[in-house]
């Protein structure tokens, strides 16, 4: 895994081609923002050495968010290190074994709707024992002084935070906005575009309205997100711009008529489950071929 250097002391890590994390700061104090999937330990590790130094330690791992392809490796990173995980007080449940978060809706129709009907345990929550840390209050970053603060970015998960730095707006902004369409096979490949966080694992969709307003008003210059390449300069400020004005709620889906409810030990309200037609569709196709081969069989045997 190469580290890209995107901006003054933030480095990026692209993870399996889909997934990114962030290192940011210096030889003298940094930290670790998301840590993609389970079994990147040794590539992330070997990231930071390469960027910081051998056996480079970092003085803590922030979350984003604890969804698993953002808090998938950080455990194991944090036990190394014996650094604490710090994240929002409302994604804490999510790491300390309290909750699962709100299972994905596939209904929702397109890439990310399709996937997730193979891996509905996806995003189970997990238990980081003691490492497990709530963020500070005053919006201080853990490790990286006054020049970063975190933001109150909910919407995709409730404690979702992104980080932003005033000096030359440059914006961390997890899975907040991201510059990949997973909902669409074309936005996965297609040139970086700030987009939308993707629709069957999004939450709080009048939340999420509101994260983007906030994030364009702040004009980045660089936002670099959970998935897809960074975006700069004046693109960066007016595609996120061009999201907060014409941005509308999905047309379908189990979180848009109304969102899922949190406090601190996680869910504390599911929307009712749509209806999904899919299942039947497949046992009714799985049905007409098996009377097929039935009908073909006999017939051979007869012959």
Not at 213 to 219: G, V
């Amino acid at each position: 895994m190469i580290a890209e250097n995107i901006a003054p002391e933030v480095y990026r890590l692209n993870v399996v081609g889909l997934v990114n994390a962030y290192l940011v700061g210096n030889a003298q104090g940094w930290v670790l923002v998301d840590a993609g999937i389970a079994g990147q330990f040794e590539a992330i590790k070997d990231a930071a050495d390469q960027v910081f130094g051998f056996d480079a330690r970092p003085q803590a791992i922030i979350l984003t968010h604890a969804h698993t392809d953002h808090a998938g490796s950080a455990l194991p990173l944090a036990v190394y290190w014996n650094v604490p995980v710090f994240a929002h007080p409302l994604e804490l449940p999510f790491i300390t074994g309290k909750s699962d978060y709100p299972p994905a809706d596939p209904t929702t129709g397109g890439l990310m709707g399709f996937v997730m009907r193979f891996a509905p345990g996806t995003f189970r929550g997990r238990d980081f024992g003691d490492v497990a840390r709530e963020l500070p209050d005053g919006n201080m970053v853990p490790g990286l002084g006054a020049e970063w603060r975190f933001l109150e970015t909910p919407g995709h998960t409730p404690g979702h935070v992104s980080l932003w730095r005033e000096r030359d707006a440059v914006l961390i902004a997890g899975d907040a906005v991201i510059t990949m369409d997973l909902d669409s096979p074309l936005g996965i490949f297609g040139k970086p575009a700030v987009s939308q966080p993707p629709i069957p694992v999004t939450t709080d969709w009048h939340a999420e309205r509101k994260t983007i307003e906030t994030l364009a008003a702040l004009k980045p210059k660089l936002i670099a997100t959970g998935h897809g390449e960074p975006v700069s300069a004046a693109v960066a400020t007016a595609q996120l711009i061009r999201l907060a004005e014409t941005f509308r709620f999905p047309e379908t889906g189990r979180y848009v008529p109304e969102p899922a409810e949190f406090d601190l030990q996680g869910v504390r309200y599911l929307p009712p489950a749509p209806s999904d037609p899919l299942p039947a569709m497949v046992g009714v196709m799985l049905a007409c071929v098996a009377v097929g081969f039935g009908v073909w069989t006999i017939r051979n045997k007869r012959a």
